[in-house]
């Protein structure tokens, strides 16, 4: 069956990067776009990036310029998504999703989550 | 950035209710529109994509419809286990954005 598991909870201080893991199984991991989406505590969703695991080709939202950094590592069917420069409104709750869609531009779709990472920026 | 707003933000009901949930786009997506159910604590999961294409595993009691800038997401017969936040999702544009939920509760 298909599974992301994500890395555990992260402490850290303002100005720290924090490098969250996705590991998925149960599917041919080059096929498939993983999106990353956080949800700040009692806020909604925000989009964040994508990553093609087959060719290591990235995009991500605006407000994470210069911030985001996704890798692939297709030996462990593995992404991993850094984000830098932390800050207070950082703290969050981080997922991992895959996309069914196989459409890079428009019309993606989130069929699979990985459980969450919270990741907590506090001095 | 496309906004999408939900309505209502909560609603109470009851086991075997219709439910109706609407989410506007602050400009036209077509049909470029997927709801999510989310329960404390989970990660949300996929309802309808494409606008009114239901996911595989997915209860046929919901259903979606719509295109352009409004969109509904109806639970024919409300159960138990449909207590939940729902929310909206364009991905008509990066960045993709999601409406800021609608709760449902007894």
């Known amino acids: 069956q298909v599974q992301l598991v994500q890395s555990g909870a992260e402490v850290k201080k303002p100005g720290a990067s924090v490098k969250v893991s996705c590991k998925a199984s149960g599917y041919t991991f080059i096929n498939y776009y993983i999106h990353w989406v956080r949800q700040a505590p009692g806020q909604g969703h925000e989009w964040m990036a994508v990553?093609?695991?087959?060719?290591?080709?990235?995009a991500h939202a605006q407000n994470f310029q210069g911030r985001v950094t996704m890798t692939s590592d297709t030996s462990t069917s593995t992404v991993y998504m850094e984000l830098s420069s932390l800050r207070s409104e950082d703290t969050a709750l981080y997922y991992c999703?895959?996309?069914?869609?196989?459409?890079?531009?428009?019309?993606?779709?989130?069929?699979?989550w990985g459980q969450g990472t919270l990741v907590t920026v506090s001095s | 950035d496309i906004q999408m707003t939900q309505s209502p933000s909560s609603l109470s009901a009851s086991v075997g209710d219709r439910v109706t949930i609407t989410c506007r786009a602050s400009q036209s997506i077509s049909r470029y529109l997927n709801w999510y159910q989310q329960k404390p604590g989970k990660a949300p999961k996929l309802l309808i994509y494409a606008a009114s294409n239901l996911q595989n595993g997915v209860s046929s009691r919901f259903s979606g419809s719509g295109s352009g800038t409004d969109f509904t997401l109806t639970i024919s017969s409300h159960q138990p286990e449909d207590f939940a936040t729902y929310y909206c999702?364009?991905?008509?544009?990066?960045?993709?954005?999601f409406g800021g939920g609608t709760k449902v509760d007894i």
């Open positions: 990553i093609d695991p087959s060719r290591g080709s990235t």
């Open positions: 999702q364009q991905t008509y544009s990066t960045p993709l954005t």
């Open positions: 999703a895959r996309d069914y869609s196989g459409s890079w531009y428009s019309g993606q779709y989130f069929d699979y």
